[in-house]
């Protein structure tokens, strides 16, 4: 099933071109009272939602997809979590001086990982913008790059999670820019601006990929091919990065895992349009303001 949030946050499922309304469904969701738990309401409640979801999209109103405004399908995310250096071409090229600025070096000597030294960080929750809303750079006159991932939601929490039962706290996937200006300062500084971290088009459901370390993917930039490459070519696959967050954050249904990008890395300027995809998920074009 592929789950979108559109417009003035209707909830839809995409059936092709065109998108089926269910926003009617949500009435079933449990009331909440303050304090809100972390986490997404209605990814906490997707299993039980599922079967009424499918049920309604038979018979719901369909709109084209085309013209409705993709918003994040995560729409209040527990964290949004993001591994660094994951890809072995991406780690080669991070020795350009115009990436790594001297100070994010993607050396690792005495350590198995880049992850294994640097660990995973965290981008702002509140940075989070859908396929239909515009990145709007914060930095003229800076180095500000597209960073294509796979997107990993998490639907079950859970506190150290075992390798063998990682995809089974999975909701299911989508598509992640993690938007970065190259420079000196902290990743979570860099990357966590507003509208710097883009989910979409719609998530879809774990069921549909039993297997994520398989998955073609890549993003174009005004036409021009900019990154393309594999998940199975992570260094720390979606199960390793599930188990070491899970180690040190207990997970909440709704928190991101954003896998790391490929080799490919490049900048965007005002008036770009990025066309990024990952086979079984889909495509999406998303506007620089
Ligand atoms: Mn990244």
Known sequence: MKICRFDADRLGI???????????VLE?????????????????????????????????????????????????????IAAPLNYPLHVAESHNPAINHGVHMPTHEGFATPIDKYGLFLKSQTGVIGAGEKVRLHWDGRRNDHEVELAIVIGKGGKTIAREDALNHVAGYCIGLDMTVRGTEDRSFRKAADTYSVL??????????????????????????????????????CRDLIVRASRVYALHPGDVIMTGTPDGVGEVTSGDVMHAWIDKIGAMDVAIA
Do not use: Y
């Open 200 to 237: 979409g088009p719609w998530l879809v459901t774990a069921d549909e990929i039993p297997d994520p370390g398989v998955l073609d993917f890549g993003i174009e930039v005004n036409g021009e091919k900019r990154q393309r490459s594999n998940t199975s070519q992570l260094i720390c696959d």
């Open 28 to 80: 079933a969701l449990p009331p909440l009272r303050w304090p809100a738990p972390f986490g997404d309401h209605f990814i906490a409640h997707l299993d039980m939602l599922a079967p009424k979801l499918r049920e309604a999209a038979r018979s719901a109103p369909a709109r084209p997809l085309a013209s409705l405004t993709l918003l994040s399908p995560v729409a209040n995310p527990a964290r949004v």
């Open 14 to 24: 995409v059936e092709g071109d065109v998108v089926r309304d269910v926003t009617p």
